[in-house]
């Protein structure tokens, strides 16, 4: 079996910033080639060059140029982190809007995941680490289609590790509770509702408090790192005690 170990290409999407660029910034200290990719090409481009990685602009949503791009070498670790969300009461939202997180949040899991797993086969080792979150485990008032679309990463990713195990692939997830990232941020830029929201989020975890990006990061480079070989199909909570019980 091949073992690459801290030697290998990682790719990390979503990483212009926030648990991307934290778990981008970590593999590459561990000694990873790593590939940063964004939507936003440049504020990926500035992330890599902080590290002294490569980066790509990368439209998640757009299959043929992530087959393109993820399927031209082989990758060793792949962190699906690129997500979206819509904060919004479930009755307001429109099929458009739900689609918008959809096709971000799940359809991009599968594309990438897609694109590198035939490289992983032929190797004979991968690390596939999908972010999801608790709200895909607990629910989240104004959040139910990103809850689901987190939820249904979890399935998929039980799946994909069944259906891998015997190249000696490992497939987990990590699911951040209430984190310091531009999307908590949004979450207080919708105004009072946003505020009591997450409000609501922090009083859920057992600490009290948001998390780092950094804290994230550190979960999720143990699931891609050769030390976690014999953990396979499993969501590691990284929230502060919130999915406590789920």
């Not at 939507?39 to 998640?60: E, H, Y």
């Not at 607990?138 to 139910?144: D, F, R, T, V």
């Not at 689901?148 to 490992?170: H, V």
Request: one cysteine or more; a neutral charge; charged letters at 20%.
């Amino acid at each position: 079996m091949n073992t690459p170990g801290h030697t290998g290409r990682a790719v990390v999407t979503g990483a212009a910033g926030g648990i991307g660029a934290a778990v981008a910034t970590r593999l590459a200290k561990d000694g990873l080639d790593v590939l940063v990719t964004d939507v936003d090409g440049p504020g990926a481009a500035r992330t890599a060059r902080a590290i002294g990685a490569r980066s790509a602009a990368l439209d998640v949503t757009d299959p043929g140029a992530v087959a393109d791009l993820l399927g031209a070498e082989p990758v060793d670790v792949l962190v699906n982190n690129a997500g979206r969300d819509d904060f919004g009461w479930f009755t307001d939202v429109t099929p458009e809007r739900w689609r918008r997180v959809l096709a971000v949040n799940l359809e991009g899991v599968f594309a990438c995941t897609q694109a590198v797993l035939p490289g992983m086969q032929r190797a004979r080792y991968g690390r596939i680490v999908t972010v999801t979150s608790e709200a895909g485990r607990i629910g989240s008032k104004g959040n139910a289609v990103y809850a689901a679309s987190k939820a249904a990463l979890i399935g998929f990713s039980k799946s994909i590790a069944r259906e891998n195990a015997r190249y000696g692939i490992t497939v987990n997830c990590v699911a951040p509770g209430p984190t310091e990232t531009p999307m908590v941020q949004a979450i207080r830029d919708t105004g009072a509702a946003g505020d009591r929201m997450l409000a609501a989020m922090i009083g859920g975890t057992q600490l009290g408090r948001l998390g780092t990006p950094e804290e994230i990061a550190a979960a999720v480079c143990f699931l891609a790192s050769p030390e976690a070989s014999y953990i396979t199909a499993e969501t590691l909570g990284a929230s502060g005690g919130m999915g406590l019980g789920a």
